[in-house]
């Protein structure tokens, strides 16, 4: 008997223009659990609301048979959905944060599914509450239904948004990325969770951007792309012979141990999805670019940084991972000099970077730049694409270019002998960059303009040349000129990524810090991103510090690794020892809980 | 809160149902702006995204176009003399001759109402530039500087804030005396803390955005750094609150005049022309009607007007 | 549910409660001594002598000079003089008004009730019509909540007075069914507090239906929904709760809003309160009195404030942390 039995399922926003589904047939018998697998606008997410009828408001939603419980659903009025609605199927969100009323108690929003359905009498509600929080494995209840959303771990939240879901017994729960903000230990948690569910006779439908999460728990997986199903059957098979082509490539995009050292996004040809390797990298050992030693950070009288030291040599990735507060964004602060260490040192190209005053440490800024996770963010919101990524290279800032082909190291040694007796660095020149097109333009516009920190930009001839210098970038990062023009706003999240990569670029950093860089991205852009960075760091020899909760993101890009947690770093060194041999209990933990993908990898 | 603009508008000022979960010790607990210039702008600001009711701009732009002619050159609309009375023809109704009728002493409406124009606007454009000037200068500042200097500053605005904007400005008018220049003085002075509290708390959203950070790392000196990055967005939302601050000061004149306190008898400005007018409306309604018209057209003009400036922004820092 | 309402009860204190609590109750107090500090300090700081200026445009008598010396202190230190007038206000003595001869306390209270009653009235029309509007318009078809969003940008560019002489011309005089002015009971009331209650209800009725909406459309709603929830019961048990919160933020402007603006309405309809009071106070420059209106109401605004500001924590838990 199937809950749910759907064809030709069409979902439209009207007034916005949209077709969000187009056309999918799906069934889902009891105690079975289908995943649907998509990126973001795939149409996977309202599909399964409108299982419920919960489409949005201005969806049309139409249907060649639309079978829920038995019942034909292209009759329901409101109040037949309502009924159906947490006692036939309960919706679990993806942030409880947000998907549970923070003005209410978890207890209370558990109760209301009690009393919309008159499930137990209203004396009895109290105890059920309480004994959903437990079955969902919520340690002491009783307080725990007295606190708010905000009081609760992310693991519980999530924990209390399932008994929601789950208090009126419904035989289908209907699972929305339920995992998608968590870390990967809570995630393993709330996994386990589910497929125990799903173990007591309880039908389940994930809906994930995430393979590999939905590959413990589905027995069958749906890929969505478009608003169309593109491949369907069984996980086991649909992860180890993919049929689609775009499976292939969603598939091939996902970085891991195994894709090291190669593109993420390949080709799907033939039936095999071709790794092509990567350019060469070369890691130059003689001297690091960046040496932090006992660095320590407080915000207030919690330590949020305690004692990590670590090197970047030129042309090196070091990933840094860990869960959620666990310090190595402010790691990332502290090495880009936004924030001081309450103790500790981090040098730059051997000369101090941390200590000093923002005077000095100005000029030598453009060696050391970032890219973050949201781009929007760091993105001046007045700007263009053009005038975001000229800014380093405007005036005040930092020179560009230099007669010996390495930008930010002569900008450096012009700013010292300008500023004060600074002894020149030696390091700086003792990494010898690529001579690439690029710093032909550089050095054309270097000797053209001769800018300093003190002249800022201004003459209407080098103008031009800092327009070809944009477009040139932009060019590298596999961005059209005529982006330049454009609003980042107008732009998707890979492309402002891109946008984001070029104006690091900018200024041809030593040391450029990533840190969430490509969190944010559907797999696919997520590969696309990742491989450009690798390109540049192989052209340019940059030192590239990769800040990640994803361990496979990690495997792919690091040559070391640190591992922390709690502001500690509880491990480190090479990423193929730490991630197969590890010797924390917290590494192992780690490693663990990562949802394993069948490799499609023959 | 939220500001967005507050935030409200806060605007902006995004935010305060912010989870304050998130907040780390360091910061600002958070910003919360709760008073807007001026009732109109409440709202929208309050919602945060709210726009409220919107329309084609068409008919407001107009209308403020003829208003500021009105205003500018009363002399091109109408030819009449406002001052110029003719007991004779007192109340006398709308007609070819007098379009908007004439009131108790027989002076001609349409032309009092013309350059009642310049009156009303003048006083609350030039209430908005005191309001506005001072109250963004010092909420700059206050943004800007160090937390004690910002403390005591806040604090300032706070307590200036909890006098009604009304009897502030009766009492800065119980010092100086009625009169256009004091109404101006005392409804800037009024409304200076709604604009200090509202770009404080933009400058400190800006100060503290990504992309300020992200200008540091590009090794711009701090005062580059405010000059191109912080300052411009700071004042972004500046046109979308002063224009809506002037409909908010066009009433607040209008309240002034009205009770005697604005620019004294017989100059024609819509609140006095009301507050004289009251006293006839049983036989001549058009003479409470037409000034009263201008007034409410000229603040629902400015406040579409504002509400749509304000999407443009909200949409560009989206 | 009711076991769990009761220990949250009993839990005050350990909920958070008394931090916050304490805090905005010393900084209610601490933004009222300012208040009068700056009240104080704008008096002295007024060009020309302090002594005139207190005169005003009553009498000027060498006697009359002396008393308002001797009771200002003014012939003593500047910090023995501020010490002077801070004691005075904490015993409740407002000074004295020297052109109408009479104790400026006793003046006030003589006149509050009714503009009170005023006050109160319009607040309870704003609040009940700002809830009606937005209950029955947030999420609904579009052109009804186009035409609450018309009538509201109406209400509010509107100014009071002409909203009451306009009320005036059609229930009064053409209907004929109020009073024209004067307070004759409740039903006198009426037409002055919808005057000043109109501008209230078209401000909160935007930003209540604005929340309303914007709560309508978070994640949680959607979870409600889910759970098979009426669109009635989550207005009233989720969103209208979201909704509330920007809207009690307004409340310190509302009570602005009413002292100002109840001056004027009440002038419109002749009404006897602190509007006739304040008005021949400012014509008359009677710088005492005026000044003790508005200390008076820099009072509501805090108590007001203060109280809306506790309002916030029974409704906002996140709030309810004491560091």
């Not at chain 3, 801070?86 to 020297?98: E, F, I, K, V, W």
Request: net charge neutral; proline share 6%.
């Amino acid at each position: 008997m199937s809950l749910i039995d759907v064809e030709d399922l069409r979902v439209g926003f009207p007034k916005a223009g949209v077709r969000a589904v187009r056309g999918v047939s799906l069934s889902i018998a009891a105690g079975e659990c289908v995943a649907i697998v998509g990126e973001s606008g795939s149409g996977k997410s309202v599909t399964a609301r409108s299982l419920v009828g919960l489409a949005g408001p201005g969806a049309e939603v139409t249907a060649s048979r639309f079978e829920v419980n038995d019942r034909d659903a292209l009759r329901f009025g409101a109040r037949d959905w309502r009924r159906l609605r947490g006692r036939f199927a309960g919706l679990v969100l993806q942030d409880a944060l947000t998907s549970l009323d923070p003005l209410r108690t978890v207890g209370d929003e558990i109760a209301e599914v009690l009393t919309i359905h008159d499930v137990v009498p209203r004396a009895a509600r109290g105890e059920r509450v309480i004994e959903l929080l437990e079955a969902v494995g919520v340690p002491e209840p009783e307080v725990r239904a007295r606190q708010y959303a905000h009081q609760l771990s992310g693991g519980l939240r999530q924990r209390a948004l399932i008994a929601s879901a789950i208090a009126a017994s419904p035989p289908l729960i209907i699972a929305d990325e339920p995992t998608t903000a968590l870390d990967v230990t809570v995630q393993a948690q709330i996994l386990r969770l589910l497929a125990a569910r799903k173990d007591e006779g309880t039908a389940l439908l994930m809906i994930s951007h995430d393979l590999a999460v939905v590959s413990a728990v589905a027995d069958r997986v749906l890929v969505m792309k478009d608003g169309v199903i593109v491949e369907e059957g069984p996980t086991g098979r649909v992860l180890s012979a993919p049929r689609h082509d775009y499976t292939k490539l969603l598939l091939a995009a996902v970085p891991s141990a195994a894709s090291r050292g190669t593109r993420l996004s390949a080709i799907a040809a033939g039936g095999i999805a071709l790794r092509t390797p990567l350019p060469e990298r070369t890691v130059d050992r003689t001297a690091p670019v960046l040496e932090v030693s006992g660095l320590s950070a407080a915000y207030g009288s919690r330590t949020v940084v305690d004692d990590v030291s670590f090197e970047v040599h030129p042309g090196e990735t070091l990933g840094i991972v860990g869960e959620s507060g666990s310090g190595k964004t402010t790691v990332a602060r502290l090495v880009l000099g936004l924030l001081e260490p309450a103790s500790g040192e981090v040098r730059l190209g051997g000369e101090p970077w941390s200590g000093i005053r923002e005077r000095r440490r100005r000029s030598r800024r453009s060696r050391i730049q970032v890219i973050s996770q949201n781009p929007l963010d760091s993105f001046d919101p007045r700007y263009t694409v053009g005038r975001l990524v000229a800014e380093p290279l405007r005036g005040s800032s930092s020179g560009n270019g230099s007669s010996r082909g390495g930008s930010s190291g002569d900008d450096f040694l012009r700013d010292v002998s300008s500023e004060s007796g600074f002894p020149r660095s030696v390091s700086s020149e003792s990494f010898p960059r690529s001579v690439s097109p690029e710093s032909e333009v550089a050095r054309g516009l270097s000797s053209e303009s001769g800018f300093s920190r003190a002249a800022p930009f201004r003459r209407g001839s080098s103008r031009g040349v800092l327009a070809d210098r944009v477009a040139e970038l932009l060019h590298r990062v596999g961005l059209p000129a005529d982006v330049a023009g454009r609003h980042p706003r107008r732009l998707s999240g890979g492309q402002r990524q891109r946008v984001a990569i070029a104006r690091a670029l900018a200024t041809r950093p030593d040391v450029l810090v990533c840190d969430e860089p490509v969190s944010a991205l559907d797999v696919s852009i997520q590969a696309q991103v990742l491989d450009l960075l690798a390109e540049i760091q192989a052209a340019y020899g940059t030192a590239l510090i990769f800040i990640s909760h994803d361990l496979g993101v990690v495997h792919h890009v690091a040559d070391r690794v640190l591992v922390m947690r709690g502001g500690q770093v509880v491990e480190e060194g090479h990423v193929d020892e730490v991630f197969f041999l590890p010797r924390h209990d917290y590494t192992r933990e780690l490693l663990g809980a990562v949802p394993k993908l069948v490799s499609a990898e023959p | 809160m939220l500001v967005t603009f507050v935030a409200p508008v806060v605007f902006v000022l995004e935010g305060a149902g912010g989870v304050a979960v998130a907040v780390p010790p360091e910061e600002e607990p958070m910003t919360t702006i709760t008073e807007v210039p001026g009732v109109a702008a409440v709202a929208p600001a309050a919602a945060g995204r709210g726009y409220g009711f919107s329309a084609p701009l068409v008919a407001p732009l107009l209308f403020l176009a003829v208003a500021a002619v009105a205003a500018v050159a009363p002399g091109v609309l109408t030819g009449v003399d406002p001052l110029a009375a003719d007991p004779l023809h007192a109340l006398a109704g709308p007609s070819a001759q007098h379009w908007f009728g004439t009131d108790h002493l027989g002076r001609d409406v349409l032309s009092r109402v013309v350059h009642g124009a310049g009156h009303s606007l003048s006083i609350g454009a030039a209430a908005v530039l005191l309001a506005a000037g001072v109250g963004t200068l010092l909420g700059v500042l206050a943004g800007l500087s160090p937390r004690y200097l910002d403390e005591l500053l806040s604090r300032l605005f706070d307590v200036v804030a909890t006098f009604p904007e009304l009897l502030l400005a009766l009492l800065v008018i119980a010092i100086t005396g009625p009169g256009t220049g004091n109404v101006i003085l005392a409804i800037g002075i009024a409304q200076i803390p709604n604009y200090a509290r509202v770009i404080r708390a933009q400058t400190f959203v800006v100060r503290r955005s990504g992309y300020v950070e992200q200008a540091v790392t590009f090794g711009l000196a701090r005062p580059v750094l405010i000059a191109r990055h912080v300052l411009p967005n700071v004042l972004g939302p500046l046109p979308v609150l002063a224009t809506i601050g002037m409909g908010t000061a066009i009433i607040a004149t209008s309240g002034l005049s009205f009770l005697g306190m604005g620019p004294q008898p017989p100059s024609p400005e819509w609140g006095s022309m009301l507050s004289e007018a009251r006293n006839y409306l049983r036989v001549a309604w058009w003479t409470v009607f037409f000034p009263g018209l201008s007034v409410t057209l000229t603040v629902i003009s400015l406040t579409l007007v504002g509400r749509r400036l304000q999407r443009r922004f909200e949409g560009r820092n989206r | 549910m009711s076991t769990l309402t009761l220990t949250r009860r009993r839990g005050l204190a350990a909920a958070g409660w008394l931090g916050p609590v304490v805090r905005r109750l010393g900084a209610g107090v601490a933004v009222l001594w300012a208040a009068a500090t700056a009240a104080y300090l704008a008096l002295m700081l007024v060009p020309g002598d302090t002594v005139d200026v207190l005169v005003g445009d009553g009498l000027d008598t060498p006697e009359r000079r002396a008393q308002i010396i001797a009771e200002w202190g003014l012939d003593r230190s500047p910090l023995q003089q501020y010490g002077d007038y801070l004691l005075r206000l904490l015993q409740g003595d407002l000074g004295h008004s020297y052109i109408l001869q009479r104790g400026v306390g006793e003046i006030l209270s003589s006149q509050i009730l009714p503009t009170v009653q005023l006050a109160l009235t319009a607040a309870l029309f704003g609040v009940v019509l700002a809830l009606l509007l937005a209950l029955s318009t947030a999420g609904r078809r579009s052109w009804l909540g186009g035409l609450a969003g018309l009538s509201e940008l109406v209400v509010v560019s509107v100014p009071p007075f002409l909203i009451g002489i306009l009320l005036l011309a059609v229930f009064s005089f053409t209907l004929g069914w109020f009073p024209v002015s004067g307070d004759r009971g409740l039903v006198s009331l009426v037409l002055p507090g919808l005057a000043l209650g109109l501008q209230i209800a078209g401000v909160l009725g935007q930003v209540l239906r604005e929340g309303l909406e914007r709560a309508l459309e978070e994640p949680f709603a959607v979870t409600a929904r889910s759970r098979g929830i009426t669109e009635w019961r989550l207005v009233a048990r989720h969103a209208l709760r979201h909704a509330l919160l920007p809207a009690v933020t307004l409340t310190g402007w509302f009570t602005g809003y009413l002292l100002g603006g109840a001056i004027i309405v009440e002038a419109v309809f002749g009404r006897p309160g602190l509007g006739q009071v304040t008005v021949n106070a400012v014509t008359g420059k009677d710088m005492p009195l005026v000044m003790a209106v508005v200390l008076i109401s820099a009072l509501a605004y805090v108590t007001v404030s203060t109280i809306v500001d506790l309002a916030y924590l029974a409704i906002d838990p996140r709030l309810r942390r004491s560091r």
